[in-house]
């Protein structure tokens, strides 16, 4: 089991930390206050709350994630994306697949 967290910019020091399963890729912080993790091989794609680091969703992939999530915006509307599968321990197959995040206010 790998530990991911996330570190302050300002002072270099971890804010937080959360236990997952092994991964290839790192976290896409959201300006709403959101940090996706999507890179482990555990088929999840995990959302948790930047300040406390508590896990606020989750969804099941086709297959283990093997890339850092993205994220873009059309029509107003902000998506955040992951590859998922290529072989291996991540399973079978290839699947793109994007998730819309509800409309909230600018995190702060």
């Known amino acids: 089991m790998e530990v991911e967290g ?3 910019l300002k002072t270099g020091g971890i804010l937080w ?3 997952l399963t092994p991964n290839l890729g790192g976290p896409i912080v959201t300006a709403s206050g959101l940090a996706f993790l ?3 091989i555990d088929k999840r794609f995990h959302a948790f709350d930047v300040e406390t680091g508590r896990e606020l969703w ?3 992939l ?3 994630a093997r890339a850092t999530p993205m994220t873009y915006e059309a029509g107003g509307r902000q998506f955040v994306v992951i590859a998922a599968g290529g072989g ?3 399973g079978a197959g290839d699947a793109i697949i994007a998730f819309a995040l509800p ?3 600018p995190y702060r």
């Open 62 to 64: 086709p297959a283990g």
């Open 17 to 19: 930390q959360a236990p």
């Open 38 to 40: 999507g890179a482990t």
């Open 58 to 60: 989750t969804a099941t």
């Open 88 to 90: 291996g321990p991540f």
């Open 6 to 8: 996330i570190v302050s």
């Open 103 to 105: 409309r909230l206010e």
